[in-house]
DNA sequence: CGCGTTTCGGGATGGGCTTTCCGATAAGGT
DNA sequence: ACCTTATCGGAAAGCCCATCCCGAAACGCG
């Protein structure tokens, strides 16, 4: 109502006649609580004034703050965003503010981000992705890690292994297993692997499970092509490895985004699927659960995984690894006639 | 590397032999700057403590943060996600740190959210969404905003207007009007819309548009049906339309993915799209470009109006209205045989 | 060589709030 | 009725930093 009055809690006491100590007092409910006849002024003060606390100043006072970062590679990619959405309910639960910032997949931005969130003072943060494995890359975030925890926040980090704080780990190599043996059970023999850079724990981990499933089975894979993390990666790998005549009868991506790539990929040589080529992917996807036919997966309960991330970077304590399981969802995509 | 030790601005100084005033003015290159000597110094030392600024002291000192907040629906939802992406990548060119809430539909969390922006004194914020025109809660929005603008920080509203700030508007009208003068023109005729929520202002623009293009080609709809802004919304509102045997040979679903759901509907019945009926939608979400058949929509610039919207949130000035054109992607859900 | 002017470092203040510590008052005990 | 305890409000000391202002030193010029 009023132009740029920035009205202090000061302002708030002495209009209720009181000091700013007992309108704290009162405001944030703290430790002790005055008398019911003052509390009703302050609060009465506080609103006809329009009264609104200076969260800096509190944080800056009590020194902690109640914000949370979360770190992603790319917030478009619904992966990141089922996962960042779990956390973010999990912190509005706590009634935490979310500080939230892509990286773009670059490193430096994330150091640069973990230390802006350092110099918030943000109560904790959860890490998103997987880690490269740039020996150098590595060591400096490493480093950075160490001073955030340092300084007493919080950290978990999902689908990134090696750093002294909580994680939080799909069980990447059992899922992908377990898929490779599901498909051999359908009947699909020939596997072509579209898997992801290989300094991607993830899609290394992910490619090796499935490996070891087809190993399971008594089968090794007709092909392996690498592409990107993301749709045109997996268009761009499905096409390689076609164009190299390679003789499969059913491909697993790395993740659904590719998978989905790669579909796309066939559909657009004409490919049947899952008449002459099966697919399967990972993840499990919402976003996609239109696509038709309906992709293959391994799930993955992300929004789980990111509530879970929130509550060990919020609890703190001792490093702590926690796996989640994945679960084969068998669709059309790769259905035998 | 030392534990739980909040280094502050002072050991610097003292460690560097100079002044807070000195140091204070070298790490954060403020208006003068001292002597190359002792920026030598003074760097060295902080580098050596491993400082950290802190971050809430200096807002509160300069009163003013580097602080923006964004405000979606659901992130989860690719069409949020994507202007939302805009502006984070807008705001990491300003180096600017983004705050992010998804509302989950909620207009009391909404304005939570806003309150809660205006105690962390941010900088500017921007909603994404269309506004509901719940009277009462408009009513409760609008004060807040008010409140907020009042604070001096800078707002822009994406897809909702009625407020007295910066407004980035898609022309969702002539865009759906266009789309459908372009179905008519492909040959279609039997239309049903599968609207959203009434109370949205997009999705009756959308519907409307779309009612106006019809009656440019002498047409009017078939059938109207509602149901949720969302992919499930989509698909109730498809079963709805046809459990009641409406005649029509095309739906137009008032955004991506009601028409993605729409489109597993048909599917799950047995109807050919676009054999039997054609399907369009709007928005030309990306992470939906791979469904097939590839769905007929209207494109917005939806990373671009994130950019501009943080752009006029920050500006701040005089509100304005920036309409930003919508343009018809013609696919094959709705290619005639 | 003296004066005025500019440059530059430091002391001190303030920004808004929380919290410790004190003193005062009311309640309780004998 | 007096002393001990608990209760409760207020004054003031920070929290960490930016910045205003002052004084001193360096500089320029006549």
């Excluded at 740039?134 to 160490?146: C, I």
């Excluded at 038709?292 to 702590?320: D, F, K, N």
Aim: proline share 4%; net charge negative; hydrophobic share 45%.
């Amino acid at each position: 109502m009023n132009l740029r009055a920035p009205v202090t809690l000061l302002d708030v006491a002495q209009r209720a006649g009181v000091s700013v100590a007992t309108a704290s007092r009162v405001l944030n409910g703290g430790d002790r609580v005055p008398r019911p006849e003052l509390q009703e002024r302050v609060r009465a003060a506080a609103d006809a004034l329009g009264y609104t606390p200076n969260a800096q100043a509190q944080a800056l006072a009590k020194s902690s703050t109640n914000v949370v970062g979360i770190l992603v590679h790319d917030i478009e990619d619904p992966y990141f965003a089922a996962i960042a959405n779990g956390v973010m309910r999990a912190a509005d639960e706590r009634n935490l503010l979310v500080m939230l910032a892509s990286t773009f997949r670059d490193a430096e931005r994330e150091i640069a981000y973990l230390a802006s969130l350092r110099a918030q003072r943000a109560r904790a943060a959860v890490m998103i992705g997987s880690r490269r494995t740039d020996a150098e890359s590595l060591a400096r975030t490493a480093s950075e890690v160490g001073s955030f925890l340092n300084s007493g926040a919080g950290l978990a980090l999902v689908s990134q292994s090696g750093m002294p704080a909580h994680t939080i780990e799909p069980d990447n190599r059992a899922g992908a297993a377990e898929l490779a043996r599901s498909l051999a059970g359908l009947g699909w023999r020939k596997f072509g692997i579209l898997g992801g850079p290989e300094a991607l724990a993830t899609a290394r981990d992910r490619r090796d499970g499935f490996l070891a499933g087809l190993a399971d089975s008594g089968l090794e894979p007709v092909a392996v092509e690498y592409g990107d993390f993301t749709r045109d990666g997996g268009y761009a790998a499905a096409e390689e490895l076609l164009d190299r005549g390679a003789d499969v009868d059913c491909l697993f991506a790395v993740n659904d985004v590719m998978a989905v790539g790669a579909m796309s990929a066939l559909r657009a040589r004409g490919i049947d699927v899952p008449g002459r080529l099966g697919v399967a992917g990972f993840d499990d996807i919402a976003t996609l659960r239109d696509v038709w036919p309906g992709l293959t997966t391994v799930r993955l309960p992300l929004e789980q995984m990111g509530r879970r991330a929130l509550e060990l970077a919020i609890e703190g304590g001792e490093p702590s690894v926690e796996t989640f399981k994945a679960e084969v969802v068998l669709r059309e995509s790769t259905a035998r006639a």
